[in-house]
């Protein structure tokens, strides 16, 4: 297999423009005999809905929960990001493609990257448009702030709830055409497997969560919108149906895997309390643009905060380390995420960690307060302070926040060209589902960005160019002998698990398989640990398939579903590992300890590492063929990221 | 913390459910409700028993797929809190906990403790929405709108769509979570083109589709996890009444 990015010609600022201006259409009387199927209804999959639908497009739109506004996207909390300049600090496009490209430490592709920048604008007219209520100033226009690894403010936001707006925009976009017709909804349906037919994917088998039947649908092109595999650790900040198996089963019919082990650490997360735990809240990355993070300088301090002997509030100023502060003083505590979870992790492993369990560090607004006042502050932030209380059970305009890295994004995905198509001809990915735009490491605030472009402004015109070619093939018969292939593999993987009636819990492994991800595929990586991890996993999935219990019942089945979800992230867990063991370098989220500076600053490789890492799947338990898509840095200058 | 739990088990929409209880011991206080029942399904899949069904996702209070009625409280007792934010350091050691699914004719249950919701879908394709294209949109700050404004109507857009002000209405009434979407819009510039279409159509889908009227009481505003005021119905009415006389919806 031959990766080919399919870059337009011309200089940067032109590829876009060049590329709209050449790509086929589909007339008006054509789009009505082409059937397009969304599996997602995320920011990226609610988007492509959306305007699939406005152009005339036959659309079926699929997702897991009862709702298609529950999608993760959902729970978007900080911010999106645009290249609007309208706080006039210096901000523009090329500025916003060089800061996400920096951000990624050089190991994403320029062409989209910087077409991410070019439609970032539209993003924000368009969710005006739409009704979205974005934060504004009394003078009537739009608020920005400042996110991590930005000079400028360039995020808008809709109080702590950005990805909530963004996404009811998208759903009520999409609720229209729903109600117009061109778009049909099914909701409670798992996609389980893409049908293939001849070399191009032409539909997909879903499980209806409901009944527990399963079912075909065909159409001409399907695009996978299904939000990242973060969920492989157990523990992260995402939904507990957020998962990877429409990605994954789309790996295994032919579409390549893109830098799996790519993920990313949020520093800015309630810590772990207990092993009964289902899940990590996040606490917003724009906290810290007014907190200050901290931990005590002296190890024995921290020891007696631990032991619940002392409180946070009585260490005097000169006895707090802000070390981002002080060993990052141009970015101080607003340094890219991986940086800020690493130095912290580095703290805590060198004892000065705080909570009970050691693995905290202090997020503290009483500078803030002191500055602003509470209320601007509480304006600001507080629902955020009102969900850590709720949890933590203390008042952090009293007590600083405690905080720790939790695993909260993957930027790894599907391999997709610049028209976002895989590479199985029909089957296009977006949003975190693909491995697009964030290279090794995204900057807060542009997933959002991501997702609506990938839905609103790109798809709609790469998709139309692939769909030009398809206007004299008919609608698809489920009934061919591919679906039925399709459909009876899927049932037999369901009655595989069901047969096992094993002695441990879907939940208990999952558990077991997020310890080894964290321990040893987690922000800090080396190879003997990534060896040892693939050997492990290894040994989980043969239980797994030897030993899990999941009951058969009628209908409804919660725990089948996440066996299902399981069983793939037992084999996703081990490309990641792989992965990782490939990469001797440390670039972005991805930390290998042996290569770091004296200073314990992350040392790229870009000699031998430029590249992007693709993987072409040859049996479960099989090593994959790794293919390399080389990057090639002509619009920016490729330094050692540098935030002192 | 040791409790009994007794929960409404119902294997689908065709029989009828009942209580059946549990008795659940060493909960750590820390765990949150949903967390809780973790703890009983993994203990009810390794005894052989049908684990209990629920709806849930985020976890976080945001994505409203959570919503168990708690001790006759939807989500629970207290103020703007959603089921998965509940934490059972609020329950005392050794109480009897009674769980119920959303009970409203509007919400047929699926099994347990999930109902089906997409009667709150159906509202919102009426016309909750602007009915902008995608592209060809003017930019953002050509529409200036009053801050004020703007901050109500993000209020108001913050409803998550959960169905506890229709669980716990006597009547089944939808009004507040289809008058916070009207609002949303009618305190915008960009909603005003649409408005008085907007009200009559979403209203007119609300008495298809079989949610009761207002009758006023406003249980809705103070069992809504997310605050969401009971102005908003007013202002719907408002709006209501002044459309159907300048622009009465063509049938
Ligand atoms: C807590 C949190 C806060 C965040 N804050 C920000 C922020 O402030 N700014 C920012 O830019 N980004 C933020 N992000 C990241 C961003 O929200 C996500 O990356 C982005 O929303 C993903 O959108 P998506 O459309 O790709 O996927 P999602 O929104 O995750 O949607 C996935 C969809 O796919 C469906 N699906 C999945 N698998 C299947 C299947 N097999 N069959 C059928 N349907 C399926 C699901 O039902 C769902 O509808 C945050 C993420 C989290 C978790
Ligand atoms: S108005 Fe409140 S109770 Fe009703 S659906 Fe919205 S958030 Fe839930
Ligand atoms: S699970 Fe999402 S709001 Fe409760």
Same mark, same amino acid.
């Given at each position: ?39 997602g209804t995320g920011l990226a999959g609610a988007s ?15 997702c897991i929960q009862d709702s298609p506004r529950r999608a993760h996207s959902i729970a978007a909390q900080g911010g999106i ?46 969710c005006?448009?739409q009704g979205i209520p974005f934060a ?9 702030r400042?996110f ?7 995020t808008f936001y809709a109080k702590g709830q950005t990805g909530q707006q963004l996404l009811l925009g998208a759903y009520g976009a999409m609720s ?11 909701a409670r ?20 969560? /409901? +009944? ?13 919108a299904s939000g990242g595999?973060g969920r492989?650790?157990?523990l992260s900040t995402n939904a507990m149906s957020s998962n990877?198996?429409? #990605? ?16 990313q650490?949020h520093?800015t997360c309630i ?6 735990q289902s899940k990590l809240t996040l606490m917003s990355e724009s906290l ?29 100023? @000169? @006895? ?25 992790? @580095?703290?805590?492993?060198?004892? *000065? ?25 509480e304006e600001k932030y507080g629902n955020l302070f009102e969900m850590y209380e709720r949890i933590v059970d203390?008042?952090p305009?009293?007590?600083?926040m405690?905080i720790?890295?939790a695993v909260h994004y993957t ?20 949003g975190e ?11 807060g605030a542009s997933a959002l960005m991501q997702g609506l472009?990938?839905g ?120 990641? #590992? ?8 440390? *670039? ?34 099989? @090593? ?21 | 913390?040791?409790? +009994? ?8 929409? +065709? ?16 765990a949150s409700f949903l967390e809780?029942l973790d ?12 684990? /209990?069904?629920f709806d849930h996702d985020c976890r976080e209070g945001i994505c409203g797929a959570c919503g168990l009625y708690i001790?006759?409280h939807p989500h629970g007792?207290f103020k703007n809190t959603t089921t998965c934010q509940l934490h059972?350091?609020k ?11 959303w009970?409203?004719?509007?919400f ?5 403790l999930m109902v089906?919701r997409s009667?709150l879908d159906?509202l919102i394709?009426?016309?909750g929405y ?14 200036? /709108?009053?801050?004020?404004?703007a901050d109500l109507s993000m209020d108001a857009a913050s409803c998550i769509g959960c169905g506890a002000c229709v669980a716990t ?5 939808a009004?507040l979570f289809v008058s916070a979407k009207?609002s949303q ?35 809705c505003e103070?069992e809504c996890p997310k605050g969401i005021s009971?102005?908003n ?19």
């Amino acid at each position: 297999m031959e990766l080919n990015s399919r870059i337009p010609e011309g200089p940067l600022a032109e590829k876009w423009i060049n590329y709209k201006a050449s790509q086929k259409l589909v007339n008006p009387a054509n789009k009505r005999k082409l059937d397009i199927i969304v599996i997602g209804t995320g920011l990226a999959g609610a988007s492509a809905a959306a305007s699939f639908g406005e152009m005339g497009f036959n659309v079926k739109v699929f997702c897991i929960q009862d709702s298609p506004r529950r999608a993760h996207s959902i729970a978007a909390q900080g911010g999106i990001n645009a290249a609007k300049n309208y706080p006039n600090d210096g901000d523009s496009v090329y500025r916003l493609f060089y800061d996400t490209v920096k951000g990624g430490d050089y190991r994403a592709r320029e062409a989209n990257v910087y077409r991410l920048a070019e439609v970032s604008n539209n993003i924000i007219d368009q969710c005006v448009a739409q009704g979205i209520p974005f934060a504004r100033e009394y003078s009537g226009l739009l608020a920005n702030r400042s996110f991590g690894g930005a000079q400028v403010s360039r995020t808008f936001y809709a109080k702590g709830q950005t990805g909530q707006q963004l996404l009811l925009g998208a759903y009520g976009a999409m609720s229209k055409e729903i109600e117009r017709g061109t778009v049909k909804m099914y909701a409670r349906r798992e996609m389980l497997d893409v049908v293939i037919v001849d070399g191009r994917a032409r539909g997909v088998i879903v499980r209806n969560l /409901v +009944t527990g039947e399963l079912e075909r649908h065909a159409a001409h092109a399907v695009v996978i919108a299904s939000g990242g595999y973060g969920r492989v650790f157990f523990l992260s900040t995402n939904a507990m149906s957020s998962n990877g198996s429409a #990605a994954w089963h789309a790996y295994k019919r032919g579409a390549m895997m893109a830098n799996p082990c790519f993920t990313q650490i949020h520093p800015t997360c309630i810590p772990v309390h207990g092993d009964y735990q289902s899940k990590l809240t996040l606490m917003s990355e724009s906290l810290r643009n007014d907190g200050r993070i901290w931990v005590p300088k002296d190890e024995k301090k921290a020891a007696l905060l631990r032991e619940g002997k002392i409180k946070a509030t009585d260490i005097p100023e @000169e @006895e707090r380390d802000y070390y981002l502060e002080r060993r990052y003083p141009a970015f101080g505590n607003l340094v890219p995420r991986d940086v800020a979870s690493r130095a912290g992790k @580095e703290r805590c492993d060198a004892g *000065c960690g705080v909570n009970n369990t050691g693995r905290a560090v202090y997020l503290d607004f009483k500078e803030a307060i002191q500055r602003l006042g509470r209320k601007a502050v509480e304006e600001k932030y507080g629902n955020l302070f009102e969900m850590y209380e709720r949890i933590v059970d203390e008042n952090p305009y009293v007590t600083p926040m405690m905080i720790y890295p939790a695993v909260h994004y993957t930027m790894g995905g599907l391999w997709v060209d610049y028209e976002l198509q895989t590479t199985v001809k029909g089957l296009f990915a977006a949003g975190e589902a693909n491995f697009s735009d964030h290279g090794a490491n995204r900057l807060g605030a542009s997933a959002l960005m991501q997702g609506l472009s990938d839905g609103y402004f790109v798809l709609p015109y790469t998709m139309q160019n692939y769909l030009a070619d398809q206007i004299g093939v008919p609608r698809f018969s489920t009934d061919l002998p591919e679906f039925e292939q399709a459909e009876k593999e899927v049932r037999e993987r369901i009655e595989k698990i069901l047969n096992v009636n094993g002695t441990e819990t879907v939940d208990s492994i999952h558990k077991r398989l997020g310890h080894i991800m964290w321990e040893y595929v987690g922000m800090s990586r080396t190879k003997e640990g990534l060896e040892k991890a693939i050997g492990e996993i290894k040994k989980l999935r043969a239980e797994f398939w030897q030993n899990v219990k999941v009951p058969r019942l009628k209908g409804m089945n919660n725990e089948l579903e996440k066996a299902l979800r399981v069983a793939d992230f037992l084999e996703m867990g081990e490309l990641m #590992a792989r992965d990782a063991l490939m990469r001797n370098e440390s *670039c972005g989220g991805h930390f290998r300890a042996e290569y770091q500076t004296p200073d314990g600053e992350a040392m790229r490789d870009d000699v031998n590492y430029s590249f992007v890492a693709a993987y072409e799947f040859k049996g479960v338990d099989s @090593e994959p063929v790794l293919h390399k898509e080389e990057l090639k840095f002509e619009n920016v200058e490729v330094k050692q990221r540098n935030y002192k | 913390m040791n409790l +009994t739990l007794r929960i409404w088990r119902q294997k689908n929409n +065709t029989v009828k459910g009942k209580f059946v209880e549990y008795h659940l011991d060493n909960v750590p206080k820390e765990a949150s409700f949903l967390e809780m029942l973790d703890i009983l399904n993994e203990q009810l899949v390794m005894k052989g028993e049908d684990p /209990v069904t629920f709806d849930h996702d985020c976890r976080e209070g945001i994505c409203g797929a959570c919503g168990l009625y708690i001790n006759g409280h939807p989500h629970g007792k207290f103020k703007n809190t959603t089921t998965c934010q509940l934490h059972m350091r609020k329950f005392a050691d050794g109480a009897t906990i009674t769980v119920e699914p959303w009970r409203s004719a509007a919400f047929p249950v699926i099994k347990d403790l999930m109902v089906d919701r997409s009667s709150l879908d159906k509202l919102i394709q009426a016309g909750g929405y602007v009915s902008v294209h995608t592209g060809g949109v003017p930019d953002a700050n050509a529409i200036p /709108v009053n801050k004020h404004c703007a901050d109500l109507s993000m209020d108001a857009a913050s409803c998550i769509g959960c169905g506890a002000c229709v669980a716990t209405c006597k009547n089944g009434s939808a009004m507040l979570f289809v008058s916070a979407k009207v609002s949303q819009f009618a305190l915008l510039p960009q909603g005003q083109v649409e408005a008085r279409d907007r009200v009559q159509k979403m209203v007119a889908r609300m008495d298809e589709l079989g949610f009761g009227n207002c009758s006023n009481t406003f249980a809705c505003e103070a069992e809504c996890p997310k605050g969401i005021s009971v102005t908003n119905i007013a202002r719907m009415n408002r709006q209501f009444l002044a459309a159907k006389i300048a622009e009465p919806l063509k049938k």
